[in-house]
């Protein structure tokens, strides 16, 4: 399995508190088995997207006559588009990948690609290589809103000499788990959000549940991504999640526009302490959006 990711990098696991009757920091074994936790869930959630891309790549069906083939570096030289990669997500993926070999033209090969499409992946377009050797590629991908993981399916076709080279690549995107540690204290009884012209106070119990509600479940960024991020200035609305007597038990720096993600990601501390950033899951509203539907607010309007 290839990964796309550099090897994780420590979390920070600390939990502290403030105010009266601020509980101790955990012990060190107490974190290390926090942390030992987190890394089982992330092994086991990676070991079943890698089962899922090789069952999806199990699925495909190659055209009569064609026989799975190894394809390693050097081989098929004229055929360099075979060995470069399906995309990079910047996010935990699994990969699985195959290779067929078939005496048959690049035109009836893709003629039958495109007539058995695998089940559960819509079509992104194809693309074709003008150049000697021609090639077709095919992005395929979930359907939009699915509640599936996101899966990624690319099927290239390369034209050799009396033969017809086919690799297909699957994705599987899976989520890194967040520690139960990195959530906001139990104790929160009201929000305060401050932005760009704005001082909002949030008491009412039902509306400060469902705001922790959707904070914590909030994905983390994935530990050791190392991504060349563009420099963008952008807006954000902190929010201080206050307990009794309007102490500050934890904050959040919420960025506007662009939404939430690996390079955008929301900073989230307890008692002062940093904890792995979160970002938002991609699917619906952002975080941001909500915070405006549900309180009547307009937080992004100066990218607008």
Known sequence: MKRLLLPAGALVLVLTACGAGAK??????????????????????????????????????PPPGASAVQVPPGRYRSAHVLHESAGKQ???????????SVRKPLKPVAAFVRAHPLRGFGGRGAEYGTNVPHFLRWGRSSPAGSPAPK????????A????????????????????????????????????????KRVTDPAEVARIVRWFDALPVSPPGIVVACPLAPAAHTTLSFRGAGAAQLAQAVVPLYPPANVCSPIGF??????HQPLVDSGRG?????????????????IHR
């Open 24 to 61: 101790p920091a955990p012990r060190v074994a107490e974190v290390g088995a926090r942390l030992s936790s987190v890394r089982v869930v992330a092994a086991r959630r990676e070991r079943a997207a890698l089962r899922e891309a090789r069952t999806v790549l199990s699925e495909f069906v």
């Open 90 to 100: 910047l996010a935990e993926v699994a990969e699985a990948h195959g290779f067929w």
């Open 151 to 158: 899966r990624f399916l690319v099927v290239t076709a390369v």
């Open 160 to 199: 050799l000499p009396r033969r017809t080279i086919i690799r297909v690549d699957v994705q599987i995107v899976w989520v890194y788990p967040r520690s139960p540690a990195e959530k906001v204290p139990s104790g929160t009884r009201g929000i305060v959000l401050r932005g760009y012209k704005l001082h």
């Open 269 to 274: 501390a307890i008692g002062g302490k940093r």
């Open 285 to 301: 509203p952002t975080f941001a959006r909500r915070l405006e539907r549900l309180l009547g607010l307009r937080l992004i309007h």
